[in-house]
């Protein structure tokens, strides 16, 4: 690993995902050059002030020539758009990765526009506080997480290779899998649980039967259990949208559970509804 | 609040809930004489040694015998068995108050049981941790929580004005409500949490398209989600089956909304995604 090196690196969107990715590398002393690219110029001058980045630019165009690698850490359905400017002004031999939670969309928009001698490794950095922009980046977000990356077909063995050292310098452990099947575990452990969230804390704050907000009564666990219908709703609006098929599937997988738990309540089944809730807590204790 | 005082303190099953009452109320000075009852003697022995109760008593009947005021703090399952026990040997005058997570079902238990100059206080301190038995006891954890009180019809106003002392002594503010109006806010913030958290774990840890356990992908919003999924089994299928019908309700409720959402997932309706999402995000961020 200590040959590791990359020459320019080019940071689309330099938030938390972005931010963290740039001051991983910069400490550990791989990258000679970054620069960051954004539609906000407050959250640029933070980055480089914070030394995120050594310079920016406010067109994502410029900010690519040069560089040896593009990470793209916009919202996912940006991606598109950005491609097609971006990859036509990338250096032959360069190679565009991201941090998209979706990967099968992300693919179907950037792979169409990918011209000869550019590669594309797709990538999904597990991790994330609910905290966004320049300001929250730090450079051990990625420590001991994983990365998942899903090549495709037409993507190259050096410049996959290239990405899971990346990640690995970063601190990561790399997992590379099919597109398929990420979109389904993402849709599993997190596109469904925000679902979730976002749909209990609807139903339970518009119950009105009391003529008071429920919600006021909640004490600890609830807030907890809840916490991640706060986040960002166009983020979510957009996975939702990207990843319909997996998370379609999951979500009645999860349904048809329900019933079946609501059934066992409605008929009083007590063994089963034993069984039922033990079941959970030895799969939920064996990931403490 | 100074002319409050408890001659003898009874608490049947000296574990977190019983066991922190019994020390706010010893911290505040406002109790002579505290005995402890329960099926182990190992946690009586541990209740004794943390100064939690002066004395002990395996038998339940034994303990309760010239009490001022007894505490249930048992699974609720057993409280119409305890009540049986308990109520022909408490003194005239004397309270019985309890912290069930459940109300209608203990008072449809205990109610008929009672004998004339016993007074019934059926309660539930909205507070707790993950952690049970005499040593997760302390005496700061119901500062600054709720308690409701359910008084029926037969409950006197004296009875249910000294058990609200008592908590608010303890440190937590009071809230007087029908005890319909409880078992529908608990199924709601808390019941229904806990049926969905066990669902999601059983649905995604039996998922086995991929032939391994997708749980290893979760990173901790996943976990922190799915936390209450740890709960013990045998309170929650208790709470399940004795408050059937309010979360059957709460559960109806929300499979509505999921099916809602469900739909404008599928049909590809972002603006409503955007305003669901955005509607629960205030919601949640108004309870932080």
Known sequence: MTDFHIGRLTVIGVGLIGGSLALALRDAGVVDDIVGAGRSIENLETALELEIVDRYCLDPVEAVQGADLVFLSTPVQTFGTLAGQLLPA?????ILTDGGSVKGDVIRQIEPLLPPGIAFVPGHPIAGTENSGATAAFSSLYRDKRCILTPTPSTPAAALETVRRM???AG??????????????????????????????????SYDRFEENILEYSAGGFRDFTRIASSDPTMWRDIALTNREALLEMMERYESFLAELKEDIRSGEGQKLYDFFLKSKLLRDAIL
């Open 90 to 94: 990338m250096k032959p031999g360069s």
């Open 167 to 169: 990640w690995q310098v």
């Open 172 to 205: 990561s452990e790399v997992v590379v899998m099919g597109v398929e099947k990420h979109d389904r575990i993402l849709a599993a452990i997190s596109h469904l649980p925000h679902m979730i969230a976002y749909t209990l804390v609807n139903a339970v704050g």
